[in-house]
């Protein structure tokens, strides 16, 4: 877990002449806290570059929350190879300091949040290093690193980074089934099947939009100049293919 050395308030850097007159000052502060990163809170351009003149790792507020107590030669590969923390990148439950960037079909991924994001999320965390966001963090994004062909050194295992590809595809197939009628897993995507209510065959048997549409949607039957017309008569069957 992270500790904190020395603090310095916004107040007293204001206080101060140019920060480069008290180089000295900072280089004993990061002494005595045996630190080597430093969290600024605004914008401190000239400060910046003393501290990095230093040799001082600069850190934000979110990328000390979002990294968290892991290693950083973690966080340093991640960020090496999938993107920044402060651009969007948040990590998952593995830990690995080689990592390969997968692609995750984008639809398959999106079309999963609209049904349950949060179990969406905990299947991408539970398989990967880390992986992208979009929405401020809020959704998944198509990107994610996972372990490299190696060991696993959270669960010790060898794995190779298409399993974890492939096991998040799996997860997120069987999401999909809350909504679909069928769900298969084909070699270049992934199927869905459903069965429902179809506005046009409504119209063609004299079903008028409104209340007796959603009810037939529902899977109630409904009657119309006398007439009943069951759902079965107004339902089409519908094949979505989501490409991996």
């Known amino acids: 877990a992270w500790a904190v050395g020395h603090v310095a308030a916004d107040w007293a850097l204001e206080a101060m002449d140019h920060p480069t007159t008290h180089r000295a000052v900072f280089e004993r502060a990061f002494e005595a806290s045996d630190a080597d990163i430093a969290l600024l809170d605004g914008e401190w351009p000239v400060l910046e570059e003393t501290l990095a003149d230093l ?5 934000s507020e979110t990328w000390l929350r979002e990294v968290d107590d892991r290693p950083l030669e973690v966080v340093d590969a991640v960020e090496s190879k999938l993107g920044a923390v402060d651009d969007g990148i948040r990590f998952g439950d593995r830990l690995a300091e080689s990592v390969t960037v997968v692609e995750l079909p984008a639809d398959l991924v999106s079309t999963a949040q609209g049904i349950d994001p949060d179990r969406v999320r905990a299947i991408v965390e539970t398989n990967s290093v880390a992986f992208a966001t979009e929405n401020g963090g809020s959704r ?3 990107r994610a690193a996972v372990t490299d062909t190696a060991v696993d050194s959270e669960t010790g295992d060898d794995n190779d980074s298409s399993d974890r590809r492939n096991a998040i595809i799996a997860e997120l ?9 069928a769900v298969t897993i084909e070699d270049d995507a992934v199927v869905a099947e459903e069965t429902a209510f179809d506005p046009a065959l409504a119209q063609q048997v004299g079903v008028p939009e409104g ?4 009810a037939l949607a529902d899977g109630e039957s409904v009657t119309v ?3 009943t017309i069951s759902p079965e008569r107004v339902t089409t069957e519908r094949t979505r293919r989501f490409p991996i």
């Open 225 to 227: 100049d006398g007439e």
């Open 140 to 142: 998944v994004g198509s």
């Open 55 to 59: 040799d001082c790792r600069i850190v």
């Open 211 to 214: 209340p007796k549409f959603g």
């Open 173 to 181: 197939a069987a999401v999909l089934e809350a909504k679909y009628d």
